[in-house]
């Protein structure tokens, strides 16, 4: 009997807001995790309180571990999140290979969408300015 084995792939997507992040991991898979889920009602309404961005991203990195534990045999997702510093998404990478995954990190640019939040721009801007490679 041969033995199925499963492609699984964590998609890492970082980037400024307004470049695509949400629409390139909704793109690839339906399994998308993301920090501004957090801030998003259920009817819809994005309340972000900037205080709670430990929170949020503790809740992102709890949806990505569910989904890699679960019995579906969740093969692809997605975490996109701004991730300007390396370290914001190295608990990601360890998860990753924890629970068998491949990692492909995936870095935008530019301004094509639009930032869906309304980010300030002062705001951009000192995300721009922290940013690693």
Known sequence: MSEYILDKTLF??????GTGKSTLAHQLTPWVC??????????????????????????C??????????????TKIAVSN????RW?????????QRYGYKICEITLTGDSF??????????????KARWQV
């Open 34 to 59: 993301e920090a501004d889920q957090y801030f998003t009602k259920p009817d819809g309404r994005y309340e972000f309180d900037p205080a709670k961005l430990p929170e949020a991203h503790a809740y």
């Open 82 to 85: 701004t991730g300007s510093q």
């Open 12 to 17: 890492i997507i970082r980037g400024l807001p």
């Open 114 to 127: 639009g930032s869906i939040h309304n980010v300030p721009d002062e705001a951009v801007e000192r995300m």
């Open 61 to 74: 990195e709890y949806c990505v571990e569910v989904l890699m534990r679960s019995v579906d045999n969740i």
């Open 88 to 96: 914001e998404f190295q608990k990601y990478v360890a998860l990753a």
